[in-house]
């Protein structure tokens, strides 16, 4: 069973900056073969977007919520991708997920839709304080 393992969490005050890690738990699972995606989820709150990159790392889309303050990238001679969050907001305080999604078309495409990923880590606490 592949796990995708997230890292980087924590509590932060509002304005700050934190930045996400997730790798896969097997070797053998290589990320360059997916699709990556974050969501995130609240507390009493659906799962919901945040961003995504295509398998050949070309396209990237956010949330709207998000955008401009979240980076998404990967590196997948690392099997790494991550989630750079800057100028952080108590709004932001959610569990974080990252998801693979088996990509077998041209690489390009983005996925937003959480039925969409085939993978899930286990999810990073982001708790930002006011």
């Known amino acids: 069973q592949v796990q995708l393992v997230e890292s980087g969490g924590g509590l932060v005050q509002a304005g700050g900056s934190l930045r996400l890690s997730c790798a896969a738990s097997r070797r053998t699972f290589s990320i360059s073969n997916y699709a990556m995606g974050w969501f995130r989820q609240a507390p009493g709150k659906e799962r919901e977007f945040v961003a995504a990159?295509?398998?050949?790392?070309?396209?990237?889309y956010y949330a709207d919520s998000v955008k401009g303050r979240f980076t998404i990238s990967r590196d997948n001679a690392k099997n790494t991708v991550y989630l750079q969050m800057e100028s952080l907001k108590p709004e932001d305080t959610a569990v974080y997920y990252c998801?693979?999604?088996?990509?077998?078309?041209?690489?390009?495409?983005?996925?937003?839709?959480?039925?969409?990923?085939?993978?899930w880590g286990q999810g990073a606490q982001v708790t930002v304080s006011s």
């Open positions: 990159v295509s398998r050949s790392g070309f396209n990237t």
């Open positions: 998801a693979a999604e088996s990509d077998y078309g041209s690489g390009y495409r983005v996925f937003t839709a959480t039925k969409e990923y085939d993978y």
